[in-house]
């Protein structure tokens, strides 16, 4: 056993010297992910202490459970809480199978410059930033916006569609598929490509057609792939775009648009309850955790692919 432990070490030092330009690249983004991904973990324990600006940056005093009790026991909590699900879940349904039914029928097209440019258009609002992007929409869905002059040309009446609660979900699934459906085909092409093309030909000899080519070549080659995705956009579950919600949304829509990520900060940065936020966001954390772990070890029972 301590041969095996000194040889693994050897052969440690013995790569390390080897290829130390190689591993040195990747100092930085791990000094990236240490100083502003774990080193700022050390601030959840004011979630359970009393903290004041201007005092100790981990609190003042334990008040144990206290503010976690208070989250639980908060109506308007409960109601963030159930929009994130509701926002996570629908963005999660429409904007996942998307890119695969794209990366599909761009793997069909056998004209090289129509599947060029079509890339080309669908990859292009991955770049804008969510800035850029929340102006367009606020632009394009206005009072005297794109969208209403054609509603009034077609005989309707103009709606202010940001300032309805029951129109914000839409825009911001509709907003995300077409901004994100695009970027995602990439890893799916490049998972078809993959595929032996002996498979396809022998699916032809036993007379299959391009459906059932599809579907029992080429759905299974790119299944890892898409479980890999797919545990990774569960983990993000709970994180709806804080971003674009803050920026379009506004106090007459927080009966559908308030998540999670936009209440903390509502109450940690602009009222100044630290503590009562870094509650909230732990708690966030902790059923993000458990989704994902859940979900890798669903995918490795029943599908035999997983990220560990």
């Not at 498979?199 to 080519?213: F, P, S, T, V």
């Not at 599809?214 to 994180?239: D, E, K, Q, S, Y």
């Not at 506004?250 to 903390?264: E, F, K, M």
Request: charged residues 15%.
């Amino acid at each position: 056993m301590t041969r095996k432990v000194r040889k693994g070490r050897q052969s440690w030092r013995r790569a390390i010297r080897r290829d130390w330009q190689l591993y040195s690249l990747a100092i930085l983004p791990l000094l990236f992910f240490v100083i502003f991904r774990y080193l700022p973990m050390l601030g959840n324990v004011i979630a359970f202490r009393r903290f004041r600006p201007g005092g100790s940056i981990f609190g003042e005093r334990w008040v144990g459970l206290r503010y976690v009790r208070m989250f639980l026991s908060d109506p308007t909590f409960w109601d963030v809480f159930t929009n994130t699900l509701i926002l996570g879940g629908l963005t999660l349904l429409v904007c996942f199978p998307l890119p695969i039914v794209l990366a599909l029928l761009l793997n069909e097209v056998r004209t090289r410059y129509l599947k060029r440019f079509v890339q080309s258009v669908s990859y292009l609002p991955h770049f804008l930033s969510i800035v850029i992007i929340a102006g367009m929409l606020m632009q394009m869905l206005s009072i005297d916006g794109v969208v209403n002059q054609i509603v009034n040309a077609l005989g309707g009446e103009p709606t202010a569609f940001l300032q309805k609660p029951e129109w914000f979900r839409t825009i911001y699934v509709s907003s995300e598929a077409w901004q994100t459906v695009g970027w995602g085909t990439i890893l799916y092409l490049a998972a078809l490509t993959t595929i032996d093309n002996d498979l396809y030909e022998a699916a032809r000899i036993d007379g299959a057609g391009r459906w059932r080519q599809t579907w029992h070549v080429t759905l299974p080659g790119i299944r890892p792939t898409m479980m890999t995705l797919l545990i990774l956009n569960i983990g993000t579950f709970m994180a709806v775009g804080f971003e674009k919600i803050l920026l379009i949304y506004n106090p007459l829509t927080y009966s559908t648009a308030d998540v999670i990520s936009t209440y903390v900060f509502r109450v940690g940065i602009v009222s100044g309850n630290l503590s009562y936020a870094a509650a909230i966001g732990l708690f966030e954390a902790l059923i993000g955790l458990t989704l994902v772990l859940s979900a890798n070890f669903i995918s490795r029972r029943t599908v035999g692919t997983s990220l560990w």
